[in-house]
C-alpha cells in the first residue's frame, strides 16, 4: 500500500500562485505514471495534469501555460505549481499514482479577494 499526501492548498486572490506537493510514501512510487485531478463544488473529479514515467506531460486545456507538473524522484515528490489563478480554479486538489490506482486524500484550493 503507498499512501500519497498532498499538501500546499490554501486561501490566494485570483492573479496568485500556489504550489501543491504530493509526497509518496514508497520511493518507488514517485518513478510511476503520476497525475493531479481536482474536483470544484457540485462538479465532477476531473483531471488537470500528467506527468509520465519517461517525463511526458499532459494539460487540460484549461490550465496550458499556467500551471507546470514536475517530480523530484530523489524526494519521492510530484508538484503542481499553479499561476495566474482564478475563481474557477477552486477545488480540492488530489494526487494521482496511475499505475496501481492510488489516490491522497486531497488539499483545498480556493482562490478568492
Known amino acids: 500500500q503507498v499512501q500519497l499526501m498532498e499538501s500546499g492548498g490554501g486561501l490566494v486572490q485570483p492573479g496568485g500562485s500556489l504550489t501543491l506537493s504530493c509526497v509518496a510514501s514508497?520511493?518507488?512510487?514517485?518513478?510511476?505514471?503520476m497525475a493531479w485531478y481536482r474536483q470544484a463544488p457540485g462538479k465532477q473529479r476531473e483531471w488537470v495534469a500528467t506527468?509520465?514515467?519517461?517525463?511526458?506531460?499532459t494539460y487540460t486545456n484549461s490550465v496550458k501555460g499556467r500551471f507546470t507538473i514536475s517530480r523530484d524522484s530523489a524526494k519521492s515528490t510530484v508538484y503542481l505549481q499553479m499561476n495566474s489563478l482564478g475563481p474557477e480554479d477552486t477545488a480540492v486538489y488530489y494526487c494521482?499514482?496511475?499505475?496501481?490506482?492510488?489516490w491522497g486524500q486531497g488539499t483545498q484550493v480556493t482562490v478568492s479577494s
Open positions: 494521482h499514482q496511475i499505475t496501481d490506482n492510488y
Open positions: 506527468i509520465g514515467t519517461g517525463g511526458t506531460i
Open positions: 514508497r520511493s518507488s512510487s514517485s518513478h510511476f505514471a
